[in-house]
Each structure stands twice: as structure tokens, then as C-alpha cells.
């Protein structure tokens, strides 16, 4: 079973406790992680960029917007174990883009691709699909 928001609340208090050098006599090796710990909680408190399932076998399929804001246009779909740790990356569903000249980011707004995790056995996309936007006869007939 997953934890309810109250209980996320306050491991994200117990958190920030532990990071603001108050606590004495705790052995904190990275502040860092604790920091990032604390925004994922908090990412997956508000759960308004998260659609989960839960499976019969204890896992939950998941797909979640990515947490980068410069790559905000990109749908994970994963599985989950019970304790919240993915296990298995199913697809990545994003609008296409690329970088220019100067490497900034440029989205094609009017193409998307799906990356496929078709090996169970290997973290790397196995196949990728473009698709162009679909347009009505009347958008076609407009432009």
C-alpha cells in the first residue's frame, strides 16, 4: 500500500528537520540527496502529473510528467514496486524537439515521438516512433 498524503507530509517535515542542522547527533552524508529526497516527495504530494494503476501483483503502472522544467513536454510510463521504486521503464510519449545552432532546446510543436523499453534487460529505448499531428480537413483546408 502506498502512503497517504499526511504521511508523505510529514517525512517531507522529518526531512527539512534533519537538513536544517538542528538535529544533533545525526549522521547526514549528503544534503544533497536529502534536498532532492524532499522534492520528489513533494513532486509526488501534489500528483496532479501522475496517473497510476494499481496491478495485481503488488507493482502499480504509472506514467508521469518529467520533473525537468526544461523537458516539461515528456510522459513517463513506467512500473512501480509498492515502496515507490521503479522497476521497469515502459515507453517515454514526448513532443519531438532538438537543439539549434546555439544548443537551446526547440520543440516541434507539431510532432511527437514515443520511445519504446522493449528489452526488460536494458535501461536504453529499443525502438522510437515520430508522428506528425493529426489535422482535420478543415485545418488543412485553412492553411
Request: aromatic residues 10%; proline residues 1%.
Amino acid at each position: 500500500m502506498g502512503y497517504s498524503k499526511n504521511e508523505i507530509k510529514d517525512a517531507i517535515e522529518e526531512l527539512r528537520y534533519l537538513i536544517s542542522g538542528e538535529c544533533t547527533g545525526s549522521a547526514i552524508d549528503s544534503k544533497r540527496e536529502l534536498e532532492l529526497a524532499i522534492d520528489i516527495l513533494e513532486e509526488r504530494l501534489r500528483g496532479d502529473n501522475r496517473i497510476s494503476i494499481d496491478l495485481e501483483n503488488g507493482f502499480r503502472l504509472v506514467a508521469e510528467q518529467g520533473a525537468d522544467p526544461n523537458y516539461n513536454r515528456e510522459m513517463f510510463i513506467f512500473v512501480e514496486q509498492e515502496n515507490g521504486a521503479i522497476c521497469q521503464d515502459l515507453a517515454v510519449v514526448r513532443n519531438a524537439y532538438e537543439y539549434d545552432d546555439d544548443h537551446d532546446l526547440r520543440w516541434k510543436d507539431d510532432v511527437y515521438e514515443v520511445l519504446v523499453y522493449d528489452d526488460e534487460n536494458n535501461e536504453d529505448y529499443t525502438d522510437k516512433f515520430v508522428i506528425d499531428r493529426y489535422r482535420s480537413p478543415e485545418e488543412e483546408g485553412s492553411a
